[in-house]
């Protein structure tokens, strides 16, 4: 043990016995005057007492100051030996200023007789037994009464026999008290050490575990992490073997489904859990540990086959605010085998993990976003490229053909007239081409929507569209608040998700008009881009989508979603086609 701790110890047996010592100088002091009633009756005086009253304010005056030692660490472990002596001191002055071999005051010897068999070896009793009475017995036998008989000393001889006999007692009773004591304190250090080690090993266990997790970003590592550190953690706490089984469970998209496990059959792998009723229902309303005696007969843990060989389970849930992740089970064929510390090693290993999975699917959803976004952008590279391909290329093309056929008209005929047509049908041709290109560099940054909004985007958008091809015409209904309650980003996405609708339906509706509407319901913006088209049967486009070579469907419900909002596509064949966009105003 410590030394503080004995200190500790003895300091308490010292404080105990110096309290216990005013009670025996009260006791004296009341025995004292009694006594001397009865010796000198109604004679008694002051100065009958006056030896015994200076004695007993020496004692209270040595009690005291053995109290203020007792403050004192470094002087506290010279009492016992010090209080021993003059305990035994005084005994034999009370003794004799009481009565001499008549004094009743004796049996108060048993006090440092006592104290002396609680601190010391046996033997410490017996001798100061004897040297009180040999004290006691030889000067009060010179100073009463030289020569009375011996028989007179009898009562005090057996008196001195019970004092003798009762150090005797205590010794052999105070050596049993001793070991007991002392056995007990050696339990109390297994015990502390026991403790101490356990909550190294648990500091050690969490250190392990936030390295581990702190070196992955892998959302299956981090599950594995938990339930190998979660084994091993138990082993080093004293529990090896005790694990039958763990695993990890998630919510999926309705109900908790396993997605790590450890000793957990085939069969049982594919077990999903609503989470409504039994062990499971309460740690996920709780949030809050929740150990179950025979998992097996509850009504969900109870359909993993492993659990019909656990005598008990722990449910840890994985919660983080409100939100609730799933839980870890742990189940171990022994009863009792989740005490305090590993309950509280788990939670720990439990805690970290949240705050670990958290980090691994924000990690997960910046990399979907940034490959989102990458296919974005492919998308876009891949539309200007259709685009130029379609329109300006073969454009340039045109004219570098009818070019080279006014050379051949000049070379061969010099027909100027021709030549002149067809200058002039290159210079159509190349209006026409410069204002496709302006369009197409409008649609890649239109600063107007920067300057003036999303309905002077649209208007001037439209006005492009209808110079380079009226056909089908665009008709747009805008309500006049759509610029003040949309931000300037939600509004740049919304134009290219309009642009992208209205672009499908002068490819392939065949419409032969083309509706806009912009407005508000309900405090949410409505978009909706209709046409009057051969339509299409959405489901089956959409179910083939995978194998076209267009993203555009895709690039638009991804888009709605930066604006935290929803795309509907409604349409059937001969009936035309409506794609509705829907999103939230903000701080509404």
């Given at each position: ?525 409505v978009a909706e881009v209709e046409d009057d088209g051969a339509g299409f049967d959405v489901d089956a486009v959409q179910t083939r989508y995978d194998e076209r070579s267009s993203l555009g469907m895709i690039n638009m419900h ?31």
């Amino acid at each position: 043990m410590p030394i503080h701790k004995i200190s500790k110890g003895r300091f308490q047996v010292d404080w105990v016995i110096s309290n216990l010592r005013w009670l025996l100088l009260v006791s004296v002091a009341l025995v004292s005057f009694v006594n001397a009633l009865i010796v000198y009756g109604e004679s008694l005086s002051v100065l009958d007492l006056l030896p015994q009253i200076i004695l007993l304010i020496f004692a209270a005056l040595y009690n005291l100051g053995v109290m203020l030692t007792l403050t004192n660490v470094t002087l506290r472990r010279f009492v016992p030996i010090l209080t021993l002596l003059i305990d035994t001191f005084l005994t034999i002055c009370f003794v004799l200023l009481s009565g001499g071999l008549s004094s009743p005051l004796l049996f108060f010897g048993l006090f440092p007789i006592l104290t002396a068999a609680l601190r010391f070896p046996w033997w410490a009793g017996l001798l100061v037994s004897l040297f009180i009475t040999v004290g006691c017995g030889g000067i009060g036998y010179v100073l009463e009464s030289p020569g009375k008989s011996w028989i007179s000393l009898i009562p005090f001889a057996i008196s001195s026999l019970v004092l003798v006999m009762s150090a005797l007692i205590s010794g052999l009773v105070g050596n049993n008290i001793k070991e007991i004591i002392a056995q007990a304190r050696r339990q109390e250090e297994e015990a502390e050490f026991r403790k101490l080690r356990a909550a190294q090993e648990h500091s050690r266990v969490i250190f392990e575990l936030a390295s581990t997790l702190s070196a992955t970003l892998n959302y299956n590592r981090v599950l594995e992490a938990v339930l190998e550190v979660g084994e091993a953690g138990m082993r080093e706490l004293g529990q090896p073997n005790q694990v039958h089984a763990s695993l990890v469970m998630l919510f999926g998209q309705k109900d908790l489904e396993i997605v790590a496990s450890r000793h957990l059959p085939h069969r049982d792998r594919n077990t999903t859990f609503e989470g409504k009723c039994g062990a499971l229902a309460k740690a996920m309303t709780t949030a809050e540990v929740v150990l179950i005696d025979k998992p097996a007969q509850d009504p969900e843990l109870g359909q993993l086959i492993v659990m019909h060989s656990c005598k008990q389970a722990i449910i840890v849930p994985l919660r983080a605010g409100f939100e609730n992740f799933g839980a870890v089970v742990f189940g171990s064929s022994k009863s009792n085998t989740y005490t305090d510390d590993l309950q509280e090693m788990l939670i720990a290993i439990c805690n970290q993990a949240i705050v670990a999975l958290q980090n691994a699917q924000l990690y997960q959803s910046l990399m979907e976003e940034k490959e989102r976004i990458v296919d974005v952008e492919e998308d876009a590279r891949k539309k200007l490229a259709r685009d130029l391909h379609d329109g300006p290329t073969q454009s340039i093309a045109a004219i570098a053909m009818r070019l080279n056929y006014i050379r051949m008209l000049l070379d061969r005929d010099g027909n100027v007239g021709e030549a002149l047509d067809e200058v002039s049908k290159i210079e159509d041709l190349a209006r026409r081409t410069t204002k496709e290109i302006r369009h197409m560099l409008f649609t890649l940054r239109p600063l107007i929507l920067e300057t003036q909004g999303l309905r002077a985007a649209l208007e001037q958008y439209i006005s492009k569209l209808a110079e380079t091809s009226p056909h089908p015409p665009i008709h747009l209904q805008a309500a006049p608040q759509v610029d003040k309650v949309l931000e300037q980003n939600a509004q740049g996405v919304i134009f290219y998700i309009i642009e992208e609708a209205i672009g499908n339906a002068r490819k392939h509706a065949k419409a032969d008009n083309i509706w806009v509407r912009l407005g508000v319901r309900d405090n949410v913006f409505v978009a909706e881009v209709e046409d009057d088209g051969a339509g299409f049967d959405v489901d089956a486009v959409q179910t083939r989508y995978d194998e076209r070579s267009s993203l555009g469907m895709i690039n638009m419900h991804e888009r709605a979603e930066l604006v935290n909002g929803s795309l509907k596509i409604s349409s059937a064949i001969g009936e035309g086609t409506r794609i509705t966009l829907t999103a939230p105003l903000p701080g509404r």
